[in-house]
C-alpha cells in the first residue's frame, strides 16, 4: 500500500469570510465603546452641572430656617447619597434583566491539510481503491430561546427591586427630615434656653444692686449681700452652661449636611406651637402611609415576582442551532441545523421554587409586624403628645403668670423691707425652673408631633384636631 501526498487546498471563501466578520465585530466594538464613552461623558457633565447649580441654590445663610436646613441636609448629607446610588444601580438591573442572549459563534475544522491515500488490492491488481482524507470545516451560530416568559418575569421582578429601592431612599429622606428637625428644635430651645438664663442672670443682678444699695443704707446685714452674690454666680453658671449646649446643639445640626463647624449665626423659628393633638384615629389610618408600609406590600409584589421567575425556569429553553459544512477537497457545501432541548427529568427547579413560596409567606408576616410596631410606635407618641401638652397648657396658662406675679410683688416687698432676701431669692428660683420647664416642654412637644409627622409621613397639622371631630 502506497501513500501519494496532495497540496493542501486553500479554503479561500472562508477565510474571506471570517476576516469579514471579525473586521465588522471590531469595528462595532469601537463604535459600542465610543458611543458609552460620550454618554458617560454627557451624564458626569450633566450631574456636575446639576449639583453645582443645587449648591448654588442652597447654601448655609447666616439666618437658617428650617427649610433651609432640610434643603442642605438633603442635598448634602452622604447617607442618603448612598441609597440615590443604589437607585441607579438597579437601573442596570433592570437593563440587564431585558437583554437578549448573545449568540454564540463556533467554528470547527477537522483533518486540517488534504491527503490522499491509495490502496490496492493484490488480489485483484487491475482495480484500485481510492480513499480521499480531506479537510472539512463547520461554522454554526447557535440562539438561546427562552420559553415560558422568562425574560418578562425577570425584568417585571427587576422593576419591583427598583420600586422597592424608590421606598427604601423615601423612608430615610423622611427619617432624615425629622432627624434635622429634631436637632433644629433643640437649637431653637438652646437659643430660648440662653436668652432664658440671660435675663435670669439679669435679675440676679438687679437683685445684687438692690442688696448692696439696703446694705449700704444699713436696712439689711451684710451676710444678705453674700448670699445675693450666690445667686448671681449660680445664674452666671447656667447661662455658660445653657451657651455650651447651644453650641454643641449647632454643631450636631452643621454635621447633619456634612458641615465641620456651623456657618450660620441664629436659627430662624418659633418654639412655641398652636398645633392641638389631632384625633388619634385618623392618625391610625394615615400612618400605614408610611414609606415602610408601603415598602412591605410592595415587598410582597416582589417575592411574588420573583416566585414567578422561579416557576418560568421550570420550562426548559430551546437553543437552535444553523451552519454550513464545507469539504475542501470535493468543494461542495451543505447546510445543517440542529434542536437541543434538556429534559427535565430531575432538575425542575423544586427547591427554588419552595424556597420563593417561602418568601412570598415570609414577606407578608413582615408587612403584618411593621404594620404593628408602626401603630404602636404612635401610640406611644400620641400619649406622649397629649401629656406635653397638658404640661404646656399648665404652665402657660397657670404656673407661669403665678411664679411671675409672685417674683415681682416679692421684688418689690423687699424693696420696701416687707419681705427678706430668701424669699425673693426662693421666688426668684421658682420662675426660673418653671421657665426652664416651659422651654423643655415646647421642644418635647415639637419633637414628638416630628416623630408623628414621621410615621405618617406628613404634616401633622394637615389633620383636624380631636375636639374638631364629631
Sequence with gaps: MKLIKLPIVPCDWMRAEIQILLLSFILLLGFISQVEAGADAFSATSNGVKDRLADVSV??????????????????????????KEMRALEGVTLQAGLLRNPELSVNVENIGNIQKLSGDINAPESIVQEVVQQVTTIRIGQLIELGGKRAARVN???????????DY????????????????EVLAGQERLKL?????????????????????????????????????????????????????????ALMWDSDAPQFDKALGVLETSI????????????????????????????????????????PNLTVNAGVVNYALVGGNTAIASVMVPL???????????????????????????????????????EALSAAWNEITILRDEILPGAKSAFNVMRRGYELGKFGL????????????????????LANYQRLVNDIERLIAGPIDSIRPRQEIK
Design 157 to 167: 421582578a427587576a422593576l419591583l427591586g427598583e420600586e422597592l429601592a424608590a421606598r
Design 344 to 382: 427535565p427529568l430531575f432538575d425542575r427547579n423544586q427547591g427554588n421554587l419552595k424556597e420563593a413560596h417561602q418568601r412570598v409567606g415570609k414577606a407578608e408576616d413582615e408587612q403584618t409586624m411593621l404594620e404593628l410596631r408602626l401603630k404602636t410606635e404612635l401610640a406611644q407618641s400620641y
Design 422 to 441: 430668701l424669699e425673693l431669692l426662693d421666688a426668684q428660683r421658682v420662675l426660673f425652673q418653671n421657665q426652664l420647664l416651659y422651654v423643655r416642654a
Design 197 to 253: 438664663a440671660a435675663e435670669t442672670r439679669q435679675l440676679a443682678q438687679n437683685v445684687v444692686d438692690t442688696v448692696i444699695l439696703r446694705v449700704q443704707a444699713g436696712k439689711v446685714p451684710p451676710i444678705e449681700e453674700t448670699r445675693a452674690k450666690i445667686g448671681l454666680s449660680t445664674a452666671r453658671i447656667e447661662w455658660e452652661q445653657a451657651q455650651r449646649d447651644l453650641v454643641s446643639a449647632r454643631k450636631r445640626l
Design 170 to 185: 423615601e423612608s430615610r429622606r423622611i427619617e432624615l427630615m425629622a432627624r434635622v428637625a429634631n436637632v433644629f428644635t
Design 59 to 84: 447654601r448655609e445663610s447666616r439666618d437658617l430656617t428650617l427649610r433651609d436646613a432640610i434643603n442642605l441636609a438633603l442635598l448634602r448629607n452622604p447617607e442618603l447619597a448612598a441609597f440615590s
Design 276 to 315: 392641638v393633638p389631632p384625633d388619634f384615629q385618623v392618625l391610625q389610618e394615615r400612618v400605614l402611609e408610611n414609606p415602610l408600609a408601603l415598602r412591605a406590600m410592595k415587598n410582597i409584589e416582589h417575592r411574588k415576582a420573583l416566585l414567578e421567575v422561579e416557576q418560568t425556569r421550570r420550562i
